[in-house]
């Protein structure tokens, strides 16, 4: 195998004697890179090794079939990788082929519907994990909402075990610890192949317990999309996962899992639209979470402080007293939450993102050495791999100089903050936050010194934008993203214009 990696021209692979008794004892499987491999050093199909589905790279490797009679080359499949193990699957739907219907007869096998999505999908992870660039197309985005639009249609049925329902929900705590480190494009790829997945187990009818539960997983899959695509700036898939989401959710009876639903929507205008629709997602959450102490319950108020903040910034009288009482219901009831909801980032609610929170509110709140202690201090919190929030803490603690009268420094800060990103992880969030800040200082202090050398960093490669025709990488940016955070009389929109400058 170091020899086949040598030959291609790849770093030599990490295996020894240890993994390879792992593989051959069935205590581990490889993954679809490896399994490549194993095929090409042994000369046979993955079948032959106990491994279900065709090889990687779509062709067989067989070369006493191939001797014996030459057959077409079949279809590729192309199958990849994920930042979660998915080898439970195959042994999984392999053992539900033969189930037994009320007849004595064996009922037909679930549908295998491996539709044009899943191969537009794994196609662009492949080329994300062989470096090549993508580009967020029509093609792309088409067979991401038509992934969606087939989650909608299939939601209602399904047949699956306990024990798959208890490997996805492991599943989906993997995607809540990696979601900050992974960047944005591979981390959809890999969300939305196992949402096709779950779609496709949702195909047939299931017991209203299990039924429960795989909804909740469509839920949460369908949620982590549209956090996402709010990272990657596509506001009508966003609002489309969301939707999905919702639901899901309204399956489950959850009242807990519909108001995280809706808390996370309402990061989708707080940061791209109104202020006030942010508010009132938030506020709806809050109805929803109810009086006892859960992830929503505690996350609703603080995403309501950051819209309230926000309106006091745009000339809001009311909306600074009002924050701030919002903050302290806030982190009443997240001093109230268990363990479990305190550590994920995704499906919890963290002590870091409450200080992020707290520290955002108080800088647009006018109150800036309270904003930045707090800034600070939610910094720390964060490890180095926890790309996303870590970088808005750092682009808020921007504004915070530029709103205590610092522009140089505020444009250095930022500059720094988007210098430390590699390109896959310079998505649409971060991007936009950072020419928001240099607009408003163009608007307040006029050219100074350090813009140049930030909006040099922001003319560095990154990830496309699908919004409109233009591109991050070069320079673009909403209309919207343009317009300083100050006041404005006319209203504002619910998503950003179109055109790009």
């Known amino acids: 195998m170091r020899a086949l990696y040598e030959v291609d021209g790849k770093p030599a692979p990490k295996i020894g004697e240890t993994l390879l008794s792992a593989y051959e004892s069935g205590y581990k499987r490889p993954g679809p890179e490896y399994l490549h491999y194993l095929c090409l050093v042994y000369r046979v199909d993955p079948g032959e090794l106990g491994y279900q589905g065709p090889c990687v790279c779509g062709r067989g490797h067989d070369q006493r079939s191939a001797a014996a009679a030459p057959v077409p080359a079949p279809e590729p499949v192309t199958l990849v990788g994920s930042v979660v193990d998915r080898s439970w699957m195959a042994h999984q739907l392999d053992g539900n082929l033969h189930r037994a219907d009320g007849s004595g007869s064996m009922a037909r096998p679930p549908s295998i519907d491996l539709g044009e999505e899943d191969v537009v999908l794994r196609r662009t992870l492949l080329q994300l994990l062989a470096g090549a660039g993508v580009a967020l197309d029509g093609q792309f985005l088409g067979a991401v909402d038509q992934l969606r639009r087939k989650m909608d249609d299939t939601l209602v049925n399904a047949t699956v075990s306990p024990t798959m329902l208890d490997q996805w929900e492991e599943t989906i705590h993997g995607y809540g610890q990696s979601y900050q480190s992974t960047p944005s494009l591979r981390m959809l790829c890999d969300v939305l192949l196992d949402f096709s997945e779950v779609r ?80 009132h997602l938030a506020r709806k959450a809050q109805d929803l979470a109810g009086r006892t102490p859960n992830v929503a319950a505690a996350m609703a108020p603080a995403v309501e402080a950051r819209a309230l903040g926000q309106l006091a910034l745009r000339g809001r009288s009311d909306a600074a007293p009002t924050a701030r009482r919002a903050l302290v219901r806030g982190r009443a009831v997240f001093e109230q939450l268990s363990k479990n909801d305190t550590t994920d980032l995704v499906f919890g609610f963290t002590d870091r993102q409450m200080s992020f929170y707290e520290g955002d509110t108080y800088t647009n709140l006018g109150d800036h050495s309270k904003g930045e202690e707090v800034l600070r201090h939610a910094l720390t919190l964060y490890s180095p791999s926890e790309v996303i929030d870590r970088t808005l803490v750092k682009l808020d603690r921007a504004h915070c100089a530029l709103h205590a009268g610092e522009p140089g420094r505020a444009a250095t800060v930022a500059k720094d903050a988007i210098n430390e990103l590699d390109p896959e992880h310079r998505s649409d969030i971060l991007m936009l936050r950072a020419r928001q800040l240099a607009a408003t200082v163009v608007q307040n202090h006029g050219e100074i010194s350090e813009l140049r050398d930030l909006r040099e960093a922001l003319a560095g490669p990154s990830v496309q934008s699908p919004l409109g025709n233009g591109r991050l990488g070069q320079g673009g940016t909403p209309s919207d993203a343009s317009k300083p955070d100050q006041p404005r009389s006319d209203p504002p929109r619910s998503d950003p214009p179109r055109d790009m400058v």
């Open 200 to 279: 496709r187990l949702c195909d047939q009818r299931q017991p209203v317990e299990l039924q429960e539960r795989l909804c909740r997983i469509a839920a949460q899959l369908s949620g982590v999309s549209g956090l996402i695509m709010i990272n990657l700036g596509d506001h009508r898939l966003a609002r489309s996962f969301f939707r999905t989401a919702r639901t899901a959710a309204d399956e489950t009876g959850d009242r807990g899992l519909r108001a995280w639903v809706t808390v996370r929507e309402a990061l989708l205008p707080l940061y791209y639209g109104d202020p006030r629709e942010a508010l």
